[in-house]
């Protein structure tokens, strides 16, 4: 079973290609990816690699992390499970929405 593994401290002009030449070296990758930013297409400084098996990955850890890689020391470990997060904007913990409101009704100056 492949195991994925979380690359951080990248330098921004690593590619895909080039995280994935430097993993070959230690065993068999299945994907490697760099997360970019939506709006500006660039690199957020980390990706993540998936290689073949685990014992591939264990290693991938031990050789890999802290090596330099384009001038920087990267971080390597196995990648945990995302974490849910709401989406949208606003709201509170009762599950409220955030935005705007309208007139209404003001008890306050009720006038007989």
């Known amino acids: ?14 590619n895909e290609d080039q995280l994935k030449d430097f993993f070959a070296g230690v ?13 500006t297409n660039r690199s957020k400084g ?5 290689m073949s098996s685990d014992d591939e990955a264990k290693a991938a850890i031990e050789q890999l992390n802290g090596k330099e890689l384009d001038g920087r020391a990267i971080t390597v470990n196995e990648a945990r ?13 009762h599950g409220h929405g955030g935005g ?13």
């Open 27 to 39: 065993g068999t990758v299945v994907s490697a990816t760099i997360i970019t930013d939506r709006e």
């Open 81 to 93: 499970p995302r974490e849910e997060r709401p989406r949208g904007g606003g709201g509170d913990f």
């Open 100 to 112: 705007g409101g309208g007139g209404g009704f003001n008890r306050d100056s009720r006038r007989y």
């Open 1 to 14: 079973m492949a195991t994925k593994l979380f690359v951080g401290s990248l330098s921004w002009n690593v």
């Open 46 to 50: 980390f990706g993540f690699v998936e």
